[in-house]
């Protein structure tokens, strides 16, 4: 009986890091650059059960069979598929396509991010909406911030601004699953490459979240959930029996 209430707690555990993940996904639907999240799990290793309630005398071993003590998450993964191009006309709106971070700073060091979703503050820095500076690379090679004198500016496909000398600076990584998510759009690593990237002005690129799957997960997870509360109150039922005949004894 203990096993049975472990393994329903584990399962239930299970479930809420799925439903959160779930939840996250879908409320970032309409996020520029977001990367859906995927929970890989697997089921544990299965023992075999017996008792000694077999035979005339009720004393014989008998098998019944395998049982499964739950599941338990093997993985957290995002999904770096690129979503589509969205035209917003905004000058201060960029898109990456194929592959490629944007670099902003945060709090001293870089960070990169997919949204291109960038305003011009009072200083005339090139910023996300959040405040942190977007970086660019100046004809040296060095990084440095980007100041913007007139709204109207342009770029080119490389990421030049076009009358400046400097460029968006674009990085990229061996291995997207090593970033640090810092965020919903915010990632950090030091192991980065600059990069040539293809840069389109007045576009963001959507979320690559696909609202049908995640419905789809949604239900599923509803159906687990009230499996393992069936199961939960019938396990309730047989202790309630149970003292209450001990208590007749």
């Known amino acids: 009986m203990i096993r049975t209430l472990d393994t329903i707690n584990r399962n239930m555990n299970v479930l809420q890091k799925k439903l959160e993940n779930t939840?996250?996904?879908i409320?970032?639907?309409n996020t520029p650059g977001y990367k859906f999240q995927n929970i890989v799990q697997s089921t544990l290793e299965s023992y075999e059960m017996v008792n000694y309630s077999g035979g005339v005398s009720l004393d014989r071993r008998?098998?019944?069979?395998?049982?499964?003590?739950?599941?338990?998450?093997?993985?957290?993964?995002?999904?770096?598929?690129?979503g589509f191009l969205n035209q917003t006309d905004r000058t201060t709106d960029f898109a990456i396509i194929g592959e490629?971070?944007?670099?902003?700073?945060?709090?001293?060091g870089l960070a990169f991010t997919r949204n291109g979703n960038f305003t011009i503050n009072e200083d005339h820095m090139l910023t996300t909406m959040e405040g942190y500076p977007v970086m660019g690379v100046d004809g040296f090679g060095e990084l440095s911030y980007i100041f913007i004198d007139d709204s109207n500016f342009?770029?080119?496909?490389?990421?030049?601004?076009?009358?400046?000398?400097?460029?968006?600076f674009i990085a990229d990584f061996d291995d997207y699953q090593n970033l640090e998510s810092m965020g919903d759009t915010i990632f950090i690593s030091d192991n980065y490459v600059a990069i040539d990237g293809e840069i389109r002005q007045g576009y963001l690129e959507s979320s690559n979240v696909k609202m049908v799957d995640e419905i789809v997960?949604?239900?599923e997870i509803s159906r687990e959930f009230e499996s393992n509360q069936k199961i939960l109150h019938s396990?309730?039922?047989?202790l309630r029996k149970a003292?209450?005949?001990?208590?007749k004894v």
Do not use: C, H
């Not at 008998?62 to 690129?82: A, H, K, S």
């Not at 490629?100 to 001293?108: P, R």
């Not at 396990?235 to 047989?238: C, F, H, K, W």
């Not at 003292?243 to 208590?247: A, D, F, R, Y």
């Open 243 to 247: 003292v209450n005949e001990i208590g």
């Open 100 to 108: 490629g971070f944007f670099a902003i700073e945060l709090d001293g």
């Open 217 to 219: 997960k949604l239900i």
């Open 154 to 168: 342009s770029i080119d496909n490389e990421g030049n601004i076009i009358g400046e000398d400097i460029k968006l």
């Open 27 to 29: 409320s970032n639907a």
């Open 235 to 238: 396990t309730d039922e047989t």
């Open 23 to 25: 939840t996250a996904n």
């Open 62 to 82: 008998q098998e019944l069979g395998d049982f499964t003590f739950g599941n338990q998450i093997d993985q957290v993964y995002r999904n770096f598929e690129q």
